[in-house]
Each structure stands twice: as C-alpha cells, then as structure tokens.
C-alpha cells in the first residue's frame, strides 16, 4: 500500500465530512459516523475521483462503506493505472 | 491525422449548419473537448474530439455543411499541423495566382489562422496586405479574441429553462425548519444494523410521494393558462448537479412506493448522474420536483420551479442550534434543516403553500418515524 495514497485518500475523506484528518482511519466507516449518508457517499465518490484521475468500477462504489474499504478500492485502480 | 466531420444525428438530416468554432485554429486540443457547435432543423449538437492533437479548422461558421464533409482535421504534433498548413498554403498560391498578390504578413496571418481560399477571394481585392487578413480575423464572430467562455450544449439547455421558469412563472417561497434528530437517529438505526445508507432526500421523496392525493394542486403542470393535476399517481423529479451539469431524472408512480425501492431508485441515479449515462426516459419532467442542496454550510437555496410544474421542494444541509424544548429543562442540542418550497402563485396561495410544506414537515419529523419503525 503506497503511504502517500493512504494519506491523500485520508485528506479527501477528512475534507468531506469535515473531520480532522487523524478522525479518519480503519474505525470509520458508514457504521460509525453519523455524517455518512446517501449525498456525502457520492460527494466523496467525486472527490476521489478528481483527486486520483480515475474512475472507480461502479459495483466497488456502492459497497465501499468504510475507510479500509475506501481505501483498497483506491488503491487498487491507483495501482492498475486505470484513469480516467 | 484524423479529420473532424460534420456528425449526422438524424434519419431525416442531411445537413448540419456550424454555428461557432470554441477553439482556434492551432490550438491544442484534448479527447472529449468540445470543439464546435452544429445545428440541425431541431436542435444543436455539441462535436467532440475523438483524439488530442493540434487542430486545424477548415469550415466556417455559418455555412451548411453535409454529413460526413471534413470540418477540420486535428493533427499529432505541431509539426505535422505546419507541414500541412504550409502544404495547403503552396496549394492556395497556386490556384489564386495571377488573381491575388499576398503580402508576406498577408501570407504569414493566413497560414497561423488557416483563412480559406474562398476568404481571400471573397475579400475581392488584387493585393491582399496584412491589414486586410486582421480586418476579416474581427469579422469572424466565432473567434473574436477575448470573447467570453462559450457554453456547453446542456448548459445553454439549462440556461433556456431556466429563463422560461422565470419568464413565465410567478413564483412564491416560502421556507420552514424541520427538526431531523429523530429521522437522523433512524437513518443511523439503518445504517449500523442494516449496512444501508441512505439520507434526507429518500425520505423526502417518500413524503411528497404520500401527500399528492392530499394536495393535488402541487402536483401537475400549467399549460395554456389550465392546470392539469398529476392524478391518481405521481413521479418525483429529483436534481442532481455533480459537475457536469443540472440532470433531474424522475422517479415515477412515487405515491406508493416502499421505502426500499426509493432507497435503490436514488443510488441508480446517482450513480447514473455521476456516469453522465441517463436515457430518456429517465429525464422526462416529473409532477413535482425536489432540489437536494447538502453541500457543507448551504442553509437553503430558492430553485427555479421547472415549467411547466408548479411547485419544487428544496433543503439544505444539516445544523445543529442549543434549545430549551422544556420549560425550566436545560437547553440540548437539535439538529435541523430548511425545508422550502417554491410555487406557481397562479395556483396555490401562501396559506395553502405553508399548510404542504408543514404537512411535509410533520412526516419527516414525526409520522414517518412511526410508520418505518426506526428512530
């Protein structure tokens, strides 16, 4: 896992739902904060999005319900170069 | 090399006006940029890149062009797009020679800005100075310097209805506070034991789904000074703006649908708006619509209502105000946001505007609560 993917995809969550960036980790999830709801999932799907320039497979995102989860789906388009 | 071709988008049209260029000759130019404008018999057509490259642009604004006719090549270097200019530079000599002289700074201004033949020959002079090829670069409309961003093809859609909502509606608003601690508890309840994430929006697309029998004038369109009321069932426009412009797919039969299918409706469609990839008939106008505007800080907006509905139901994001709810009990915390809802005064007046959007209020506030069992 590449640390500076790790600390963008952090600073992406933090920046959507307005949480210092050390309040995102693998304990944050859908489960665990209340600000994760149906408008802040594809507003952070966005973010992604433009911060790596690519495009997240449509059946990751709509599972992709906590940091770890985030993060490995991330990581894994990163990683196969599929941009945009 | 690739050529730009002038796109048939219809049995019926064989030819396609250009309308605009949006970028200049030489330019640099990236796959999916929008290059130029075409228009048909019914409608304008945004032409795309397919390649990056430097482009070189051959037709002009205006003129009628056949389907298929090169309206502009884009090469793979700057060497390439000079190696071919200068060829058809050669070409242009000859076939005007003994007509036109060209001046070197003449000669130079039409090789950068790739003048056509029929340009110079419509300039009906002998001698063709410098002067004379700037005096037809600031006739060219399409291209003057320092001319504003030209618009996208969905947004000068946009921008039409827009203008006609305002022109044409005479629109009221009225806004209220909904108290969410409870609907914001439940929609934690489903996201912690059921994995399901959803927010304000399912909910309210549930609440305007069961009050269209209650109060029908909300629901329907104005046409020919009549209005014509949604009957027995309802669709449920929902907007959506995630950057590449204003979509507002419709969720149809929405008087009685179950939670869950809303719930999965809404994802689809996002994901559909976020891929640029509705049909149709997703995008037909709904009965009624509503404006989602959750983005950090944005207490409420006041939507345009989209002719010819009458009435369009917005909220913000969530705050948090200190209350005292109990005499002589401490202040606690309470979530809120602004519900508020736009309408077509021709057909409903204040009273009756403020008796739907408190009725919307109390669903979400309280009845819907009781009815799904959460909070």
């Known amino acids: 896992m590449h640390v500076d993917i790790e600390k963008r995809v952090k600073k992406v969550m933090a920046d959507i739902f307005s949480l210092p960036v050390d309040q995102i980790g693998p304990e944050f999830s859908v489960k665990t904060s209340d600000l994760w709801d149906s408008a802040h999932h594809i507003n952070l799907i966005i973010a992604l999005e433009q911060e790596f320039k690519v495009k997240l497979p449509d059946d990751a995102v709509v599972i992709m319900f906590d940091y770890q989860a985030v993060l490995n789906t991330v990581n894994g388009v990163v990683s196969n170069g599929a941009s945009l | ?375």
């Open chain 2, 1 to 375: 090399m690739i050529s730009v071709k002038a796109p048939r988008f219809d049995i019926n049209d064989d030819k396609v006006k250009l309308v605009q260029w949006l970028v200049h000759e030489g330019d640099q130019v990236e796959v999916g940029m929008l290059l130029c404008i075409v228009e048909t018999s019914k409608a304008t057509f945004d032409v795309l890149a397919e390649r990056a490259g430097i482009l070189s642009i051959k037709a002009i604004p205006g003129e009628q062009y056949s389907c298929d006719d090169v309206l502009g090549n884009i090469f793979e270097n700057k060497k390439e797009f000079l190696a071919y200019k200068e060829g058809a530079l050669q070409e242009q000599r000859k076939e005007i020679q003994g007509e036109v002289v060209l001046s070197k700074g003449a000669q130079k201004l039409i090789l950068e800005k790739g003048i056509t033949q029929d340009q110079i020959k419509a300039l009906g002079k002998q001698v063709i100075r410098e002067a004379d090829i700037l005096s037809l670069l600031s006739e060219d409309t399409g291209l003057a310097q320092g001319s504003p961003d030209p618009l996208s093809r969905h947004q000068r859609m946009v921008a039409q209805v827009v203008m006609k909502s305002h022109r044409e509606i005479p629109a009221a608003f009225v806004a209220l506070r909904v108290y969410g601690d409870r609907l914001l508890a439940g929609i934690a309840q489903m996201r912690t034991q059921k994995g399901v994430i959803v927010g304000i929006a399912e909910f309210l697309i549930y609440s305007l789904g069961r009050l269209s029998k209650k109060y029908p004038s909300f629901y329907g369109k104005y046409v020919n000074d009549h209005f014509i009321p949604a009957g027995e069932d309802c669709s449920v426009g929902v907007t959506f703006d995630v950057g590449h412009g204003l979509f507002v797919p419709r969720m149809p039969q929405a008087a009685n649908r179950p939670l869950q299918e809303i719930i999965t409706w809404l994802a689809t469609a996002r994901m559909k708006a976020l891929r640029n990839n509705f049909k149709q008939e997703d995008l037909e106008l709904g009965d009624i619509s509503i404006s989602l505007n959750a983005d950090k800080d944005v207490e409420f907006v006041v939507p345009f209502i989209f002719p010819p509905q009458v009435c369009i139901v917005s909220v913000g994001s969530i705050f948090e105000e200190w209350s005292q709810t109990t005499p002589g009990n401490p202040p606690m915390a309470r979530k809120y946001f602004l519900l508020g809802v736009a309408y077509d005064h021709r057909i409903n007046n204040g009273s009756k505007a403020t008796q739907f959007a408190q009725a919307i209020k109390r669903i979400l506030e309280e009845d819907i609560i009781k009815e799904m069992g959460i909070g």
